[in-house]
């Protein structure tokens, strides 16, 4: 992987060298994202969701041949994912305890960095690919419970359940409204595990952006 981001840097360099015609711009955004989670050992039952974040950044478009261009970025994103499930609850070894309803929210800031290939459909339609690396810059986790005695919430740094580098695979599409103004959609797909200990997490990011060129 260290050899595949050292080539991804280098051939970027060289493109910025080479290129015909480069243009920058800047992005936000909308991001609907989720964990993708293995089953939590031991609990009646887990159920992954969305939460709402958002994605701001910056760009270069290069153009390489006619219709192809390449565009690295550097983005700030906030995602991550909601997880409910059922557990077992006991204060003390005194307690009987009681089934609870606990549903905990993730929430994680990344430094991401995608390199994209761009096709020109026609002039102003675009279909995109290309990796992404991203840097975990914080993280924070707020559980709540709910059961027929016990019910209250936390929140805490989870930077420390999470890896620092996550990598993953963007597709999206996009639209030139005019010269200088574009939007576009763009789902990622983690292919990394980001979780440290029993569970397999992998982020997964559905974005909307403006984006805007000099």
Do not use: C, H, W
């Amino acid at each position: 992987m260290k050899k595949l981001i050292l080539t991804s840097i280098l051939t970027i360099t060289s493109v910025l060298v080479f290129a015909q015609q480069a243009k920058f711009g800047l992005k936000g955004g909308l991001n609907i994202a989720n964990q993708s989670n293995t089953a939590l050992s031991g609990l009646a039952q887990t159920n992954s969701s969305s939460i709402i974040g958002f994605n701001i950044g910056g760009y270069v478009e290069i153009e390489l041949a006619n219709k192809i261009s390449i565009q690295p970025e550097l983005l700030f994103s906030l995602q991550g994912g909601k997880l409910s499930y059922v557990d077992y609850l006991r204060l003390d070894y005194m307690d009987p305890g009681e089934y609870v309803n606990v549903e905990t929210v993730d929430k994680l800031s990344y430094i991401n960095m995608p390199i994209m290939f761009k096709y020109y459909v026609i002039d102003k339609l675009t279909l995109e690919l290309g990796p992404q690396l991203g840097i975990l810059v914080s993280s924070n986790r707020n559980t709540s419970y709910y059961g027929p005695t016990y019910s209250g919430n936390s929140s805490r740094n989870s930077k420390d359940f999470y890896s620092t580098i996550d990598y993953g695979i963007n597709l999206g599409a996009g639209y030139n409204i005019s010269e200088n103004i574009a939007v576009g959609i763009r789902y990622n797909i983690g292919v990394n595990n980001i979780g440290k200990y029993s569970t397999e997490i992998k982020n997964n990011v559905f974005s909307i952006s403006t984006n805007y060129k000099f």
